[in-house]
């Protein structure tokens, strides 16, 4: 198959994340708003490009309070720092159908590398005779790394907010002319 491009179907896909909460549960959200400019043999990764854009205020915990702190210059500072994007630098092909995408991740003003698992999940028409692609990320990310260090001591002992953010992609892809 040759390189085409691939417009993201927001209706199908998601970019959600979670974080330990207190020390003994995880608080889990997503990103609304996000686009991607997929140029790829969706069956053979390595040759691709990937950039993918976030928009920071469609954060959503399912806590509007928690939503408008996360946006608020204490975490992700959503007015100097509107989006969160994602460059691809290098894909390798680690079994069938697996691979690990590293790239170069911004946010808050603050570049580093990170590397996710992506899965291609498969291609096929739907029935407007549209062709489809899938892939599945995951990965993880210090918050420190970007300088989102906000957090509380417990009383108890520990933190009141994890730094590790585990992140997980669901693409579904549409071929563009």
């Not at 997929?38 to 954060?59: G, R």
């Not at 204490?74 to 969160?84: K, R």
């Not at 590398?113 to 005779?129: I, L, R, S």
């Amino acid at each position: 198959m040759a390189k085409s491009k691939w417009a993201v179907d927001a209706s199908h896909s998601s970019i959600d994340f979670s974080v330990r909460h207190m020390m003994i549960a995880k608080v889990k959200g997503t990103f609304h708003s996000f686009e991607a400019q997929i140029e790829a043999d969706a069956e053979d990764l390595t040759s691709a490009n990937i950039l993918f854009q976030v928009d920071i205020s469609s954060i959503d915990t399912r806590n509007s309070d928690r939503d408008t702190h996360l946006r608020s210059a204490d975490f992700f500072d959503s007015e100097q720092h509107p989006t969160m994007t994602f460059q691809s630098t290098q894909i390798t092909k680690t079994s069938d159908g697996e691979y690990a995408v590293t790239g170069n991740l911004s946010m808050h003003g603050v570049t580093k590398p990170e590397t996710f698992d992506v899965t291609f999940e498969g291609v096929g028409k739907d029935p407007w005779g549209n062709e489809k692609v899938g892939f599945s990320a995951v990965g993880s990310i210090k918050r420190a790394d970007y300088g989102l260090t906000y957090n509380a001591v417990l009383e108890t002992g520990g933190v009141l907010i994890g730094d590790e953010v585990k992140i997980s992609i669901e693409i579904e892809g549409v071929k563009q002319p």
